[in-house]
């Protein structure tokens, strides 16, 4: 049974055309991530909420935003997509900080810009 | 700050090849050690993990060593299979890094029958 769940598989939206991503857990787990990667490289963590708690990296650009509404779920909110912004979305869980405990990801969005 | 590398992809076999992966780390402290599989055009998969040094991860005929005093912790397994063709990733983690995951550039395997 998956426990990480994004939907869409494939998304595809135009060019400044806002767009929202949504990850569901059934873990329980107290954080959850989002990840950016392009053509099978490293993903590139771009934000993460501890409960409640939005921890942005430094380097992520403020087209992208977050919401967590509860445990449950996570959003991922790309106010005006750009050509460059054409990647696979991964959300990822774990209890608590990644540390020695498992990380479980979903099988990720995979956004086309168009 | 904390890195990891791995050896360059793709790394190509025949089916029952033996296969290592290499991976080296740098970090300050004692981190824990992952190896992720990301099968194609799907999400990633932890493989296994060691969090000291000695432990062996092990997991689907993968095994892979912590050893601090090389700084390493290679991927291996005795006989591939078509359907381990994937990209691997090694990962660590630690207090330095704030707990989060600090990612190898990702190998990729293509094992033909």
Known sequence: DAMVIQNPRYQVTQFGKPVTLSCSQTLNHNVMYWYQQKSSQAPKLLFHYYDKDFNNEADTPDNFQSRRPNTSFCFLDIRSPGLGDAAMYLCATSRDGFGSTEAFFGQGTRLTVV | ?113
């Not at chain 2, 095994?63 to 290679?74: C, G, I, L, Q, V």
């Not at chain 2, 989060?100 to 029958?113: D, E, R, S, V």
């Open chain 2, 1 to 113: 700050g904390d890195s990891v590398t791995q050896m360059e992809g793709p790394v190509t076999l025949s089916e029952e090849a033996f296969l290592t992966i290499n991976c080296t780390y740098t970090a300050t402290g004692y981190p824990s050690l992952f190896w992720y599989v990301q099968y194609p055009g799907e999400g990633l998969q932890l493989l296994l993990k060691a969090t000291k040094a000695d432990d062996k991860g092990s997991n689907k005929g993968f095994e892979a060593t912590y050893r601090k005093e090389t700084t390493s912790f290679h991927l291996e397994k005795g006989s591939v299979q078509v359907s381990d063709s994937a990209v691997y990733f090694c990962a660590l983690s630690d207090h330095d890094s704030n707990y989060q995951l600090i990612w190898g550039a990702g190998t990729k395997l293509i094992i033909k029958p």
